[in-house]
């Protein structure tokens, strides 16, 4: 079982709709968690950190974390073409490690 | 945000031939930067975790002698690729975290796309 997993996709939603965006860990000790956008060709960009359960938002973009569920989703309300790229979910697992460990991303593309 | 810096953006070089990859942390120390390898279309691999002043860690199947890693400053993380092949061909993305943050976001680099021809 991989230890960050997320549905590669690819995932198509119409411009101004909503993208949902799921990951599941692993390691119940995990603290933090990120979802990083990448787009092609580019090194990834962070968008969103979140560390405890709830919801977190940041203008368009909302992460949910459910600890007990083992999940984090990454909504992004009224979705734009620029949007398009491939969303990478990260977690940091508790003690010592210092890496994030990374899903395998899911590709978002919004149609004009 | 913090800035890393990874130079160069993009190299061509011989298959034989060495090929040194620069990151640098520009506002912020890093104790641990991490080298990435991204082929097209598929995620990030963690390639090899660079301590400041010691030996990196490098993940299983990634050959150390092959991929040189030297973390010399609390800023500045080198690969270098030796002797390098088409295969060697790939995206290279360094990552680092503030050093005494163990929790918070990693920041990348632009990333280095290799060629070897």
């Known amino acids: 079982q991989k230890e960050v997993e997320q549905n590669s996709g690819p995932l198509s939603v119409p411009e101004g709709a909503i993208a949902s965006l799921n990951c599941t860990y692993s390691?119940?000790?995990?603290?933090?968690f990120f979802w990083y956008r990448q787009y092609s060709g580019k090194s990834p960009e962070l968008i969103m950190s979140?560390?405890?359960?709830g919801d977190k938002e940041d203008g368009r973009f909302t992460a949910q974390l459910n600890k007990a569920s083992q999940y984090v989703s990454l909504l992004i309300r009224d979705s734009q073409p620029s949007d398009s790229a491939t969303y990478l979910c990260?977690?940091?697992?508790?003690?010592?490690?210092?890496?994030?460990?990374f899903g395998s991303g899911t590709q978002l593309t919004v149609l004009p | 945000g913090a800035v890393v810096s990874q130079h160069p953006s993009w190299v061509i070089c011989k298959s034989g031939t060495s090929v040194k990859i620069e990151c640098r942390s520009l506002?912020?120390?890093?104790?641990?930067m991490f080298w990435y390898r991204q082929f097209p279309k598929q995620s990030l691999m963690l390639m090899a975790t660079?301590?400041?002043?010691?030996?990196?860690?490098?993940e299983q199947g990634v050959e150390k002698d092959k991929f040189l890693i030297n973390h010399a400053s609390l800023t500045l993380s080198t690969l270098t690729v030796t002797s390098a092949h088409p295969e060697d061909s790939s995206f290279y993305i360094c990552?680092?975290?503030?050093?005494?943050?163990?929790?918070?976001?990693?920041?990348f680099g632009q990333g280095t796309r290799l060629t070897v021809v």
């Open positions: 990260a977690v940091n697992s508790g003690g010592s490690a210092r890496q994030l460990t």
């Open positions: 979140i560390y405890s359960n």
């Open positions: 990552s680092a975290r503030k050093a005494g943050q163990s929790n918070t976001e990693a920041f």
């Open positions: 660079s301590n400041e002043g010691s030996k990196a860690t490098y």
């Open positions: 506002d912020f120390q890093a104790t641990t």
């Open positions: 390691d119940r000790g995990s603290q933090s």
